[in-house]
C-alpha cells in the first residue's frame, strides 16, 4: 500500500551525499559537530561543510554557499538562525536537493503568528521546487546501515544495524532512543526526528517504515497531529503489517501545554489518544523505559505467544522472598505460573530435595548451592524441558550469586548454550546493586545472545504481555473510528 515510500524516501535514508548548512573552523559550533559526527560514523558518500567563514573542518574545505560545490547534493542539514531559511531554501532549489533537514527552531513551537507563517512560506516554496522538508526543529534521520548518526554529535555513535524503526516527534527522545539502543542491545534499522512535521510528518515516516523491509517492529514518540485522520488510517494500515508501540507525549494538561511550545502539536485529551491506538491496534506505553522495553521483547522474541511462564528464583540463596514478590508482579501484569507437571516436581525434589525449596511455580533453587553447578543447570534443564511451560523468567541477583559462587559466569555461560539448543525463551532479571560493573557485563552478554535482561521483573513482565496484547488485538479490533483525533 505504501511502496512508493520506498523510492521516495530513498535520497532521505541513503542520501549518497549530505550537506551541512551552518559549519564553521570553531568545532563547537552545532554545524560542526554535525559534520564531525558523519566522519567519525563513518558516512560514505560525500559530506560538504558550509560556512560562510570558510576554512576547514576535520580536512573537508567550508564552502561559502551549497552553490560553490561541485557536486550533486541529496540531503541538506540546516544549522543556521530562521531569518535566513527562504534564501537558503532558494539555493536548494538551484542545486535541486532533494530534502532539506532544519535542525533550526524558532517556528510555530513559539506560539507567535510570524514562526507559523515563516512555515507556511517554507512549505510553498519547497513544494514549488520539489523539495521536502524534514522539520523544522528537529534531529533528522538516523540510519546505522548507512552510518548516519542521530542529531549533532562529533563522536558519531550509530550503534548496530538491525530491524527495529523508530519514529519521535522530539529530537532529545530520539537520540536518548539511540543511546539506549546502543547500551541495551537494540538494534535500528532506521529513526526519525520529525519536529514540527510542516511537511514530512508521523504519517509518512511510519508508511516508510511499514514497507521498509529492514524493519519488523516500529516505535514511536508523538506529542500530537496536524492531521489526525490521516495519522488514524495510517497507524491502522501499519498495524496490519507490523507491530507498533507508541508513547503519547502530553498526556497531561501541563504535558500539552510543553508539548506545544515544544513542537507546535496541538493535543488531543489523553482518553482520546488511548482509544484510537486501541482501535488501531497499535501498543500504548507510557514512559521511556516502557518504550524501550517492548521494542526490545519483540526483537529478541519476534513472534513468540504464550501465558504460561516459570519464575527461577535463588540461583545462590535468598529465592523465597524474591519468588514470592516476582510472581505478584507477573500476575498482576496479566501472566499465568501455573504448577510444574507432576514429572517435573518429582525429578526437581529428587535433585533439591524439599527444605528450604519451593518447587511447585516460582521455583527457588537455592539448595543446588550447596550440591554444585551440575544440581543447579540440571534443574534450570527441567522447567525449561517442562511442557506446560512457555517462558522461563531467571532472576539473578548478581551480589549474592558473586558471594556464593567463585565461577559465576559459568551460569550464564550455560544460560546461553541452553537458549541456543531450544526454542523456549529465557529472560533473565538482573537487579541494580553494589556489583554493578560486573551486573552491566553479564547484561551486555546475554543481550548480544538475544537473552532480554530486565532491571526489574515488573519490567521484564510487562513487556513479555506486551507481545501477546499485540497478537490478541489483531483478532479483536473494533471496526468503529475516531473523529476527535488531533
Known sequence: MFEEKLKEFESIFYPKSIAVVGASTNE??????????????????????????????????????????????????VCVPRQSVLELLDDCIAKK???????????????????????????????????????????????????????????????????????????????????????????????????????????????????DPKTTIIGAYLEGARDGRRLFETMKEVTKIKPLVVWKGGRTETGAQAAMSHTGSLASSAFVWSAMLKQ???????????????????????????????????LADGGGGISVSASDACVESGLKLPPLSKKAQRELTSLLGEVGSILHNPIDVSPAQFQGFPALFRAIELVVQDPVIELVLIQEDIDIILSYWAEAEKINDFLIDLRSKQNKPLVVVLPPGSAEPERLNIEQKLLKASIPAFPTMERAAKAIVAINKYFSSRQTMPSNNLNSLG
Not at 551549497?66 to 541538506?76: A, C, N, Q, R
Not at 513551537?109 to 528537529?138: D, H, S
Request: aromatic letters at 8%; one cysteine or more; hydrophobic letters at 40%.
Open 97 to 211: 536537493v532533494k530534502a532539506v533537514q532544519f535542525f533550526t527552531a524558532g517556528f510555530s513551537e513559539t506560539g507567535k503568528p510570524e514562526g507559523r507563517e515563516l512555515e507556511e512560506q517554507m512549505v510553498r516554496k519547497a513544494g514549488q521546487g520539489g523539495i521536502r522538508i524534514i522539520g523544522p526543529n528537529c534531529a533528522g534521520i538516523y540510519c546505522p546501515e548507512n552510518k548516519i548518526s542521530c542529531g549533532p554529535s562529533s563522536e558519531g555513535r550509530i550503534g548496530i544495524s538491525g530491524s527495529v524503526g523508530f519514529v519521535s516527534q522530539s529530537g532529545g527522545i530520539a537520540c536518548k532512543l539511540m543511546e539506549i539502543g546502543i547500551a541495551r542491545c537494540i538494534n535500528y534499522s532506521k529513526g526519525i526526528s520529525f519536529g514540527n512535521g510542516i511537511d514530512l510528518d508521523a504519517s509518512d515516516f511510519l508508511q516508510y517504515l511499514a514497507i
Open 28 to 77: 563547537k559550533r552545532v554545524g560542526s559537530q554535525w559534520v564531525k559526527g558523519l566522519i567519525s560514523a563513518g558516512f560514505q558518500g560525500s559530506v560538504y561543510p558550509i560556512g560562510s567563514g570558510g576554512g576547514t573542518i576535520s580536512g573537508l574545505k567550508i564552502f561559502p554557499n551549497l552553490k560553490f560545490v561541485p557536486g550533486e547534493i541529496d540531503y541538506v542539514v
Open 280 to 314: 488501531v491496534g497499535a501498543l500504548e506505553v507510557h514512559s521511556l523505559e516502557e518504550l524501550t522495553d517492548t521494542l526490545l521483547i519483540f526483537q529478541q522474541l519476534r513472534f513468540w505467544q504464550g501465558d504460561n511462564v516459570a519464575i527461577i528464583g535463588g
